[in-house]
């Protein structure tokens, strides 16, 4: 259980958080892409510069598919998630993943030997994402859930063109884990499916997994398998395509306001009803909060695509962002500032050694540089205005179609079983704006505040 210490540290760190709304950067969709000034496309839908043109950049969305910058290929790595010293804030981050595990945006802190991602009074929460991309793999955490009606935990994979394999949990249901997959964001919402009967998700720690190849999604829950998901069972013949999720992902751990009365009521509704800004959790500690312990990755290592990660970086060479259109390359993923982008990695920089590592000589620049989070989560909303609930099945399946004849049960590759394959018409649902998190302290800073706090005590 989390003590006095969290609540004073919370108290330190208070003062220096504030929630507003920034100036709007133009948005972006698959029907409008960004203009060449701000070309990139980050995982919210707006367009940018700097840190948009890194994790979550959509190429589809952006001026061009090489307007977002090569993401980093998989490394297999256990995360002890002891410290937050491979914890880099958004806005300290160029691209150099071998000088950071995983990028903020919210607030992390350290208590007892895990990471805890917060969620202050009317805030969006907290986001970590790993530096690296995994395309098909094992990743498993273990995870203390928030609580309370409209607080969600989640634990997702997530691509930048929106691939999406998930793990949430609702604060009103401590029994259960929802699993759900998306392909390039589009609003399946009866993909979903429960795994149920688990001891109360907020006082103990599980561990979850997602073993994710280029044929089979299975969800674990301590060892057990909860749900299987064949990439058989997704073709969608109206499109000519796999709707299964098949493209390079980063792990993302979050806490996020479904119950938000900005969502949508479907959400709302999804997410156990609006959300109480004063909670116990936030009137004894100032903050929900989720627990985040060891996270493993286990790259998939095949020797050729689809899967591999034998280079530098993962980049996309068709709008239609399926497998087929990847390749492990060499290109590099770093920015010499946040004024360059993919299609001038240099701009503004002074540091010639290319670190990957923001610096206080980075110029000064007019366009949108940092991203912000939304209150619908890092990922594609479970619901709907439209939807009801959005709760999914309770370890269900639904198939989209039949799978052709013609196709092999192996060796997936997103080809429409032959034919150059087309892309969906479907609109994308990954696009939100709303408010981002203003930061006046480092994770560094945070953790001396937690440091300082802790003095108190002795």
């Known amino acids: 259980m989390v003590r006095s210490m969290l609540s004073l540290g919370v108290a330190l760190l208070g003062a220096s958080t504030a929630v507003f709304a920034a100036d709007e950067p133009p948005t972006c969709s698959l029907e409008k892409k960004c203009p060449k000034e701000t070309p990139c496309c980050s995982q919210y839908g707006q367009c940018g510069i700097g840190a948009y043109c890194l994790g979550g950049c ?86 203390k859930t928030s609580r309370g009606a409209g607080v969600v935990t989640a634990f997702i994979l997530l691509s930048d ?102 969502n949508a009521q479907g959400t709302i509704d999804w997410a156990g009803g609006p959300i109480d800004w004063n909670s116990d959790d936030i009137k004894k500690f100032g903050y929900d909060f989720a627990t985040f312990g060891e996270v493993t990755v286990e790259c998939y290592n095949a020797k050729s695509a689809p899967g591999t990660n034998l280079h530098t970086s993962y980049t996309y060479t068709d709008y239609r962002a399926t497998n087929d259109t990847i390749v492990d390359g060499t290109n590099r993923t770093t920015l010499k500032s946040f004024a360059g982008t993919g299609l001038d990695m240099d701009a503004g920089g002074s540091d010639t050694s290319g670190s990957g590592t923001a610096s206080a000589s980075s110029p000064t620049v007019t366009a949108a540089t940092i991203p912000g989070g939304t209150a619908s989560g890092p990922g594609s909303a ?15 399946d639904s198939s989209s179609s039949v799978q052709p004849s013609n196709c092999q049960a192996t060796g997936f590759s997103q080809d429409g079983c032959g034919s150059s394959g087309s892309s969906t018409t479907s609109s994308n649902s990954g696009q939100s704006a709303g408010v981002r998190v203003e930061r006046t302290l480092g994770t560094s800073a945070f953790a001396a505040l937690v440091a300082v706090a802790g003095l108190f005590l002795l």
């Open 58 to 143: 959509d190429p589809r969305m952006s001026f061009s598919l090489d307007s977002c910058v090569p993401a980093p290929v998989c490394q297999s790595k256990t995360y002890k998630m002891d410290s937050l010293d491979g914890i880099v804030d958004v806005s300290k981050y160029l691209g150099d993943s071998s000088k950071a595990d995983w990028v903020a945006q919210g607030e992390p802190l350290l208590f007892n030997g895990n990471v805890l991602l917060t969620m202050p009074a009317h805030s969006v929460g907290t986001v970590l994402a790993s530096t690296t991309y995994m395309w098909y793999g094992n990743v498993k955490a273990k995870v």
């Open 161 to 262: 063109v929106k691939d999406e394999i998930d793990y949430e949990w609702v604060g009103a249901d401590l029994s259960v884990a929802q699993t759900n997959y998306y392909f390039q964001g589009i609003p399946e919402y009866v993909n979903s499916g429960n795994i149920t009967s688990l001891s109360d998700t907020y006082e103990n720690f599980h561990e979850y997994e997602i073993q994710w190849t280029p044929d089979t999604i299975t969800w674990l829950v301590d060892g057990k398998v909860g749900r299987t998901k064949k990439r058989s069972e997704t073709w969608n013949a109206t499109a000519n395509q796999w709707n299964y999720p098949q493209t390079p992902a980063r792990v993302q751990l979050s806490i996020w306001p479904g119950g938000a009365d900005s």
């Open 382 to 396: 479970p619901a709907d205005s439209d939807s009801g609930s959005g709760s999914g099945t309770s370890g269900g």
